[in-house]
């Protein structure tokens, strides 16, 4: 069992929904990622969070907006999403900051569908 | 152009043989390295890592060996078993502005491990 949890395993929805993805980890992480990984393909980083605050944003279209409540909680809010956004979206967390070279873990990722 | 590159999209070892898989990258800033397992409908797995001041790092079955002159390294998997088969990545890591690291991921080699 992985210990990083994503909710919801699988979602399709419209290009006019508004949808979220939940991340939520208990290990005392202090840094909290997200990743879209296209079928075949290494995984790639949109989003990371240090000690909550946003530090890296890897010039991610605005349909895509995180949110990090608190040290344990990551959210990806979806809106206005194009068919190509369709890709699993995996939530990491390390230890300590990027910098310190600590392993990311892994959720298993949401299946996003977008019709 | 891919910083990290695995030129071997597939592997099929028989089990209780050797699995060597390898990982070139042209980054001579990279200086940490890591192995990630996934297997499907899951989110990768940390398998092992190495600084760049090592050569060789050993946990149990995994070795990762680094050449830094070639700018490659390996993962050997001895003895190699069913449980095995799956995509290994390699990625990378170097020190950038704002104390920042960003992984660099491999396109992957898909692993199968034959009874």
């Known amino acids: 069992d992985t210990e990083v949890t994503q909710t919801p395993k699988h979602l399709v929805m419209g290009m006019t929904n508004k949808k979220s993805l939940k991340c939520e980890q208990h290990m005392g992480h202090r840094a909290m990622y997200w990743y879209k990984q296209k079928a075949k393909k290494p995984p790639e980083l949109m989003f990371v969070?240090?000690?909550?605050?946003?530090?890296i944003n890897e010039s991610v279209p605005s349909r895509f907006s995180p949110e990090c409540p608190n040290s344990s909680l990551l959210n990806l809010h979806l809106h206005a999403l194009q068919p190509e956004d369709s890709a699993l979206y995996l939530c990491?967390?390390?230890?300590?900051?990027?910098?310190?070279?600590?392993?990311?873990?892994f959720g298993n990722g949401t299946r996003l569908t977008v019709t | 152009d891919q910083q990290v590159k695995q030129n071997s999209p597939s592997l099929s070892v028989q089990e209780g043989r050797i699995s060597i898989l390898n990982c070139d990258y042209t980054n001579s800033m990279f200086d940490y390295f890591l192995w990630y397992k996934k297997y499907p409908a899951e989110g990768p797995t940390f398998l092992i890592s190495i600084s760049s001041i090592k050569d060789k790092n050993e946990d149990g079955r995994f070795t990762v060996f680094l050449n830094k002159s070639a700018k490659h390294l390996s993962l050997h998997i001895v003895p190699s078993q069913p449980g095995d088969s799956a995509v290994y990545f390699c990625?990378?890591?170097?020190?950038?502005?704002?104390?920042?690291?960003?992984?660099?991921w491999g396109l992957g080699t898909s692993l199968a491990v034959n009874p």
């Open positions: 990625a990378a890591s170097a020190r950038e502005a704002g104390n920042n690291r960003k992984l660099i």
């Open positions: 969070y240090s000690y909550e605050k946003l530090s």
């Open positions: 990491a967390s390390s230890s300590t900051t990027p910098a310190d070279n600590s392993p990311l873990h």
